[in-house]
């Protein structure tokens, strides 16, 4: 499975920007992750960036991958942060 197919549009954003670099956020805003093909800028070849969003209850935190890194461990570590989050709660109208 590829990583990109982890994530549903009903609930995600997905934009490839002019780098060829893809960039996927929770239509919530609180998970990003951003895949670097070339070595995400700044950084010594990061080539996956994974950040949660914390609560006020639960800290956020960040994981990177090597670009080296084989996609099936980034899938599989996405996966595990998928099926343990749950969604914001809406905002009240």
């Known amino acids: 499975m590829d990583v990109i197919d982890l994530f549903t549009d009903a609930d995600f954003k997905v934009v490839v920007d002019d780098r060829a670099d893809v960039h996927i956020a929770s239509r919530d805003g609180r998970l990003y992750l951003g895949f670097f ?13 994974l950040a949660v969003t914390g609560t ?5 935190y960040c994981v990177s991958f090597h670009r080296e890194t084989p ?6 570590t996405v996966s595990s942060v998928l099926a343990t989050s749950t969604p914001a709660a809406p905002f009240p109208t």
């Open 71 to 76: 996609a099936a461990v980034v899938a599989a």
């Open 56 to 60: 006020a209850d639960v800290p956020g």
């Open 37 to 49: 093909p070339g070595g995400r800028p700044g950084t010594d070849a990061e080539g996956w960036k």
